[in-house]
Structure formats: C-alpha cells, structure tokens
T-cell receptor, first 114, second 116 residues
Framework: AQTVTQSQPEMSVQEAETVTLSCTYDTSESDYYLFWYKQPPSRQMILVIRQEAYKQQNATENRFSVNFQKAAKSFSLKISDSQLGDAAMYFCAYSGGSNYKLTFGKGTLLTVNP | DADVTQTPRNRITKTGKRIMLECSQTKGHDRMYWYRQDPGLGLRLIYYSFDVKDINKGEISDGYSVSRQAQAKFSLSLESAIPNQTALYFC???????????????FGSGTQLSVL
C-alpha cells in the first residue's frame, strides 16, 4: 500500500524568507502523481502544485517549487518570499497506477511570522 | 456557483442519530470520493465511486454507508453516529481517463460534523 509521510507537524518562517516542507512516500508504481495541497483556515483544499513522476523537471508555480527525487521517493515543497497568506496546513499527497485515489500525509502546519 | 457542493456546512448531532451528508457536482466527473479529516491524521478515504454502479470501500468505511444516486450526487450516511465520528468531511471528484484520473481532485468546502 502506498504511504505518504510528512515528518514536520509544524514549521514556521519569517515573512519574505524561504521555507521547505518535507514529504516522503512509498510506492511500487512507476507512473504516479504527487501533489501539495494547502488548507487555510477557511478549510478549503487548494491545489498548490503537482508533479508527474515521469517528468524529471521539477514543477514550479510562481513562488512555489518542488524538489522531486524519484529514487529517494522524496517530494519537498519550497516556498520562496513567504507571505502572511501562505500560513496554512499543507498536505502532501500521492495518486498512482490503477489506484485512482489520493493518499494524504498527515500535514504540516505552516506559520508565517511578520 | 461551486463545482462541488456539500451540504450542510456544519452539523451538530447526538449519539445514535442517523446523519446524511450530501454532495453534488457540476463537473461531469464519474469519480467521486468521501474523505474524513482529523487533526494530526490528515485526510483518510471513507468510500469512493467510479460510476453510478460502482461503490468501493476506502480505508475507514466502518460505521459509514454511501449512495450514488446519480452521476452528480454522492451522499454519505452515518447510520448511528458516535462521538469519534466527529470530524471534517470532504467530498471530492476527479475526471479524465487512464493515468489522467490521477491528475487532480476537486474538493467541496467540507462539512464539519460534531457528534455529542
């Protein structure tokens, strides 16, 4: 069974600084997707970024980028120039093969200090 | 209007009561899911449906049942609610074919359920 591990229950960062959230996963599939979702206090689940495993290039969305290490099964999220609005719970998730289901990590609560 | 609509947004109920959470979508997706979120545990899959005639248990289906009334509607029932079912419940949908079904989930805004 696929598992997703987020080893940092909480992180904090100063406004305008950079922070990296960690995620590791376990799978025997060769084709899969990885995601980072953001959940602000409004509790809406917002897709931040996704990575297709067959793509070697790391995905980037504005201030958000990932470091995808397929062999190490690692998928970290880097937030550059952190803003107060980035404060939220962040979930790493996996979906792959014939699974068609998202498996989530337990989440990392990010605090942004002014 | 939201693509995935959940009702109610919040609900307080008592132990032993029957509760139904409803989800409807306008995205035309075949696949629909119910997740439960608990603090420190992330989101866990309760049930999922790949089409109207296909219902599957997720990792924590005990105490829950579902009904896929139509392609656009997927409801979750708690036949006899208990306090440890207090949680935030999300409905989600996905579309596409083949591996593309893994591309993205579209979430509703969640139902916060409290069982006293």
């Amino acid at each position: 069974a696929q598992t997703v591990t987020q080893s940092q229950p909480e992180m904090s960062v100063q406004e305008a600084e950079t922070v990296t959230l960690s995620c590791t996963y376990d799978t025997s599939e060769s084709d899969y997707y990885l995601f980072w979702y953001k959940q602000p206090p409004s509790r809406q689940m917002i897709l931040v970024i996704r990575q297709e495993a067959y793509k070697q290039q790391n995905a980037t969305e504005n201030r958000f980028s990932v470091n995808f290490q397929k062999a190490a099964k690692s998928f970290s999220l880097k937030i550059s120039d952190s803003q107060l609005g980035d404060a939220a719970m962040y979930f790493c998730a996996y979906s792959g093969g014939s699974n068609y289901k998202l498996t989530f990590g337990k989440g990392t609560l990010l605090t942004v200090n002014p | 209007d939201a693509d995935v609509t959940q009702t109610p947004r919040n609900r307080i109920t008592k132990t032993g009561k029957r509760i139904m959470l409803e989800c409807s979508q306008t995205k035309g997706h075949d696949r629909m899911y119910w997740y439960r979120q608990d603090p420190g545990l992330g989101l866990r899959l309760i049930y999922y449906s790949f089409d109207v005639k296909d219902i599957n248990k997720g990792e924590i289906s005990d105490g829950y049942s579902v009904s896929r009334q139509a392609q656009a509607k997927f409801s979750l029932s708690l036949e006899s609610a208990i306090p440890n079912q207090t949680a935030l419940y999300f409905c989600a949908t996905s579309g596409g074919q083949g591996l593309a079904v893994n591309e993205k989930l579209f979430f509703g805004s969640g139902t916060q359920l409290s069982v006293l």
